[in-house]
């Protein structure tokens, strides 16, 4: 009996080290507008500002890397991205140009400009909320990087080759009619990453309590964690998967059901 104990304790531990009572994800909402009334969310003019701060101290070197308004010491990165981007520009005469759907104010750009900084050509065009469009026109843009309000608006100036969704998909209140838009676009590639699937054949709503650290303040928003069938299947009717990867190794829970964010790459249909 103490034997199993023993063998039984450092796993419970661990789970119990990820999951907390206060924070995380909870519930099983029948709609993202029913979760969402019991949020206070992300759009807050002091978490744009906080944003706004750490990037600013990125852009001119005063940091390595900041992710949600947090300052890293060093760059966290994101390599199965890197080299999918490094692919797809030597497909293109090393010239690239992505959409970065929901990119903030340029985090995932600035992870990755040291190693693609050499190419012919760049332009990384981020989609995003009005707030963080305006503040990204007024601080950030340069000859790489645009900010858009919408795809159609992006796609009448530029011909990318990436349409990348980043830890951004499970947050939006229609997520398959995103899925449609960027279908009909026509990009070559179609990139998830940074998502939590529910293992089934439903997509499971819960609400994202995040702890102050990371805003500033106690902030909470909706959250899918999707039906990989659906998913594969609404991607599949334009696009064939060319593979999948675990964007992160850490394991997470929701109400004790372990997952780890994983991603994958779609190409077009011939």
């Known amino acids: 009996m103490f034997y199993l104990l023993k063998e039984l304790a450092p796993p419970i531990v661990n789970t119990l080290r990820w999951y907390s009572f206060k924070y995380g994800w909870k519930g099983n909402y029948k709609t993202y507008e029913q979760a969402k009334e019991k949020c206070k969310g992300y759009d807050e003019d002091h978490i744009l500002n906080r944003i706004i701060e750490t990037t600013y101290q990125v852009k001119n070197k005063e940091i390595a890397y900041e992710r949600d308004g947090i300052a890293y010491d060093t760059v966290q990165m994101n390599f199965p991205l890197l080299k999918t981007l490094l692919y797809i520009a030597s497909t293109h005469d090393n010239e690239l140009t992505v959409i970065d759907f929901g990119g903030s104010l340029g985090t995932t750009y600035y992870q990755n400009y040291p190693y693609l900084k050499h190419l012919k050509k760049l332009k990384w065009c981020i989609i995003e909320q009005p707030k963080f469009v305006e503040a990204g026109k007024k601080h950030f843009e340069n000859e790489h990087i645009k900010f858009y309000s919408s795809i159609q608006e992006c796609m009448a100036e530029n011909k990318p080759q990436l349409f990348l969704i980043c830890s951004v998909l499970q947050y939006i209140d229609k997520p398959y009619q995103l899925l449609d838009e960027v279908k009909e676009t026509g990009i070559p590639y179609i990139m998830l990453d940074y998502v939590g699937y529910n293992n089934s054949n439903t997509d ?7 702890p102050p650290v990371f805003y500033g303040i106690e902030a909470s ?42 991603g994958s790459l779609w190409k077009i249909r011939p």
Not at 233 to 244: G, R, S
Request: aromatic share 24%; net charge positive; charged share 30%.
């Open 204 to 210: 499971r709503i819960t609400i994202q309590h995040v």
């Open 221 to 262: 928003y909706p959250c899918y964690f999707f039906s990989r069938v659906k998913i594969q299947d609404k991607l599949c009717e334009n696009y064939e998967k060319a593979y999948d990867f675990i964007a992160a190794n850490e394991k997470y829970y929701v109400q004790f059901k372990p997952f780890r964010y994983e």
